[in-house]
């Protein structure tokens, strides 16, 4: 009998390297996804005449995106890294877009909370005539934040799957639905916790159907990706807490459907779904990096890969050689 091959590599390093992302990074991206999807609920508040829904969704945003910058140049290293970042922009770069992406969402939002915190304050802050051209400026800045809210949420999948660490790249086609959906969810749970009952309608509604695309978008992404890419996503820690995402996700759609009136409940569901959206980026983030630490997970999709294409005949090419 044969033996079943041993993947290894030279000295037994890697085949891919992993970017040298930690939790940081994984905290930045769950709160990307808050700030993005409470500035969608801040506009939607704001064009329904819900001001207290679009209050506490406009200073969740501010908030999510600051404590989400604090934890990129946490990972970063040094805060300078991130304005070199700023320096150009290079439009096949996730990273470099990303950056401005955030620059400009931050600029509306905070435009657009500023107000909101002088309000409250029963305009108690020496701002003069300034706070005449905050007024004014406070709803388009609201509409620039929701405008740059989806890319936000979004880009983070895209900087993943755009390398080479092999569960991130086979994912590359439906990540960014798993991660607007659960976006979504997270900043509807935010706004049923922060919200009274008569005015978070529409957090419910964008945590129900948050909650639905995260399920549906999950499901779709693994059973598309190559069964051996997708392993790390079922396996060992990022396996186990993608697993409690998702009952903790199917939990609080429940709840913020069946009972979103009851103002305990509705607490309850909006706090299982945060928790189930920060679960879906810690578990991927590190299933990414486990399945580049094994060169299993590099060779045997490549190997299925090369014999598809010749299958397909194409044998001539840069990847393939003649059979």
Same mark, same amino acid.
């Given at each position: ?31 990307? @996804? $808050? #700030?993005?999807? /409470? ?8 064009? *329904?005449? !819900?001001?207290? =829904? &679009? ?54 939002? @905070? $435009? #657009?909370?500023? /107000? ?8 108690? *802050?020496? !701002?003069?005539? =300034? &706070? ?192």
């Amino acid at each position: 009998m044969v033996p079943e091959p041993e993947f290894t590599s030279y000295y037994g390093r890697p085949v891919v390297k992993a970017p040298p992302w930690e939790n940081p990074i994984a905290v930045y991206f769950v709160l990307g @996804g $808050v #700030a993005g999807g /409470s500035s969608l609920l801040a506009l939607g508040a704001q064009l *329904a005449d !819900l001001p207290e =829904l &679009r209050r506490n969704s406009r200073i969740s945003a501010v908030a999510a995106a600051g404590v989400g910058a604090i934890a990129l140049v946490t990972d970063l290293g040094r805060p300078e890294r991130f304005l070199n970042m700023l320096r150009t922009i290079k439009l096949t770069s996730p990273m470099s877009l990303g950056s401005w992406i955030l620059a400009a969402f931050s600029t509306g939002a @905070g $435009v #657009a909370a500023v /107000s909101e915190v002088d309000r409250m304050t029963d305009c108690r *802050a020496p !701002l003069g005539p =300034l &706070r005449k051209v905050l007024r004014a400026a406070e709803h388009p800045a609201g509409v620039v934040a929701a405008v740059f809210a989806a890319p936000l949420a979004a880009y983070t999948a895209v900087l993943l799957s755009d390398t080479a660490v092999p569960t991130w790249n086979a994912a590359r086609e439906d990540l960014p639905f798993v991660f607007v959906s659960s976006a979504a969810l997270a900043s509807g749970g935010l706004g049923i916790i922060t919200t009274s009952v008569s005015q978070a309608r529409p957090a419910r509604a964008l945590a129900v159907l948050g909650a639905a695309g995260d399920l549906v978008a999950t499901q779709v992404m693994e059973r598309r990706m190559d069964p051996v890419a997708a392993e790390p996503l079922h396996e060992g820690g990022p396996g186990q807490t993608l697993r409690w995402s998702r009952r903790l996700v199917a939990v609080g759609g429940l709840g913020a459907l069946l009972g979103g009136g009851n103002r305990i409940v509705a607490a309850a569901s909006g706090a299982a779904l945060l928790a189930g959206s920060a679960l879906t980026r810690f578990g991927v983030l590190h299933a990414g990096l486990n399945s580049a630490a094994d060169p299993r997970y590099t060779i045997e999709p490549q190997k299925r890969r090369l014999a598809a294409r010749r299958r397909a005949g194409i044998t001539h090419d840069s990847i393939t050689t003649a059979g």
